[in-house]
């Protein structure tokens, strides 16, 4: 009978982590694609990805394209798409460029002013798409046009630049070594930063498991929980010191974490992100259960124009120059990073995490294959079929559900 008993627990344990691989196949899938993706080009690059150098500029190229994917995430959740955002990012930086280096205005001035320039563009796109019922795609094309060819004409053909010192340590600086000199090249503050957000990931990570157990809604295996901890703190303190042996960690970098936690909480933990949620899932039911749909949408979009103009700010720091070309072609990779990252073409389903993920399995490809000598033409073959494989994935497992 205690055979029976024991048999016939060791089944419903099978089934339940069984049935949790399935439900979570993509989240976890992306994290494994990731590591395997990093590992096939630290090898084939004979270690040269995860050199500290190289990592910062890794750090430094795709900065500006997660955080455009973090807006980019709730747009697709939503159950729209943004289409201007490389145009409205080239022309924030050339709206800076001129106020800052042609008329010599004060660049944390310039700098508030481009963020709310920013939001501006979004809330009016999202005003036609929200209250008008415009198509988003058409919208957003427009804005593409309209923004693109204005960057020309108030750059006129142009480079503007360069930037004053200070505007380029938002992209191009490092946080500076409190302790230095305590151990020879090595930027102890930075790494002591990688140890403490390491703790906090884990203690948060615990107590959130603690929590559901108290409630009976842990769905995760334990050995699931344990593993990916384990991942997570052995890359994180890898990272940490391997940033601390070079310059320590990116200005940007810090930026673009700091964002990555407020808007994996609105997502997670706040009214507002589960109501995107609902409104990507069914307009209609969201609007019948009293959610107001249509202020809801144009929030998204004016967030969206608000992280495109830090972008642009962003990028424009890193090159120490305004280009006509600057924003050319971002939308693609950010829209490919939330599609990769696991966000669904239908709306209602995306994480915050999974669109990080996603941006850096662009980057890692893009870097990794650059470093190879790969053309930029089979390059852009193989981003487009890793793109239509992770829209293929989402679109075969919900059939399959």
């Given at each position: 009978m205690a055979q029976q008993t024991l048999a016939t627990e060791e089944t419903s344990q099978r089934r339940s982590v069984g049935s949790f691989v399935k439900s979570n196949i993509r989240e976890y899938g992306m994290?494994?694609?990731?590591?395997?993706?990093?590992?096939?080009?630290?090898?084939?690059?004979?270690?040269?990805l995860l050199k500290p150098l190289n990592l910062t500029n890794l750090i430094l190229q795709n900065s500006y394209i997660v955080i455009m994917a973090l807006g980019?995430?709730?747009?697709?959740?939503?159950?729209?798409?943004?289409?201007?955002?490389?145009?409205?990012?080239?022309?924030?930086?050339?709206?800076?460029?001129?106020?800052?280096?042609?008329?010599?205005?004060?660049?944390?001035?310039?700098?508030?002013?481009?963020?709310?320039?920013?939001?501006?563009?979004g809330a009016v796109q999202g005003y036609f798409v929200a209250f008008w019922k415009i198509p988003s795609f058409i919208v957003t094309l427009a804005g593409m046009l309209v923004f693109k060819g204005l960057a020309l004409y108030i750059l006129k053909g142009q480079s503007v630049g360069p930037f004053p010192v200070p505007f380029q340590r938002m992209s191009s600086g490092f946080l500076p070594d409190a302790a230095a000199?305590?151990?020879?090249?090595?930027?102890?503050?930075?790494?002591?930063?990688?140890?403490?957000?390491?703790?906090?990931?884990?203690?948060?990570?615990?107590?959130?498991?603690?929590?559901?157990?108290?409630?009976?809604?842990?769905?995760?295996?334990?050995?699931?929980?344990?593993?990916?901890?384990?991942?997570?703190?052995?890359?994180?303190?890898?990272?940490?010191?391997?940033?601390?042996?070079?310059?320590?960690?990116?200005?940007?970098?810090?930026?673009?974490?700091?964002?990555?936690?407020?808007?994996?909480?609105?997502?997670?933990?706040?009214?507002?992100?589960?109501?995107?949620y609902a409104?990507?899932?069914n307009e209609k039911a969201a609007r019948l259960s009293g959610i107001k749909t249509h202020r809801l949408a144009f929030y998204t979009f004016a967030n969206m124009g608000l992280l495109a103009g830090l972008a642009g700010l962003i990028f424009a720091a890193r090159l120490n120059t305004a280009t006509p070309k600057a924003g050319l072609g971002f939308?693609?990779?950010?829209?490919?990073?939330?599609?990769?990252?696991?966000?669904?073409?239908?709306?209602?389903?995306?994480?915050?995490?999974?669109?990080?993920?996603?941006?850096?399995?662009?980057?890692?490809?893009?870097?990794?294959?650059?470093?190879?000598?790969?053309?930029?033409?089979?390059?852009?073959?193989?981003?487009?079929?890793?793109?239509?494989?992770?829209?293929?994935?989402?679109?075969y497992y919900k059939n399959k559900a």
């Open positions: 994290l494994l694609s990731l590591i395997l993706i990093m590992a096939f080009f630290q090898f084939m690059t004979n270690g040269t980019m995430m709730l747009i697709i959740v939503a159950g729209h798409i943004d289409l201007s955002v490389g145009s409205v990012c080239g022309f924030i930086g050339a709206v800076a460029a001129v106020l800052i280096v042609q008329f010599h205005i004060d660049w944390i001035l310039v700098t508030i002013f481009c963020l709310l320039l920013g939001a501006a563009i000199g305590v151990i020879q090249a090595f930027n102890l503050t930075s790494f002591l930063i990688g140890v403490a957000v390491t703790g906090l990931v884990i203690y948060f990570n615990v107590k959130e498991r603690r929590g559901q157990q108290e409630h009976g809604l842990v769905e995760e295996p334990f050995v699931f929980f344990l593993g990916r901890n384990i991942l997570v703190a052995a890359g994180f303190l890898l990272f940490s010191y391997l940033m601390a042996s070079y310059k320590g960690l990116p200005n940007v970098l810090i930026v673009m974490f700091a964002l990555i936690v407020l808007y994996a909480f609105v997502t997670s933990s706040m009214t507002i992100g589960r109501r995107i409104l990507g899932g939308e693609l990779d950010v829209i490919a990073a939330c599609f990769i990252g696991g966000a669904s073409a239908s709306g209602g389903v995306g994480k915050v995490v999974g669109a990080v993920i996603g941006a850096f399995v662009m980057g890692v490809m893009n870097n990794g294959m650059s470093i190879l000598g790969v053309g930029i033409d089979l390059q852009q073959v193989i981003k487009g079929l890793v793109l239509l494989a992770a829209v293929f994935l989402d679109v």
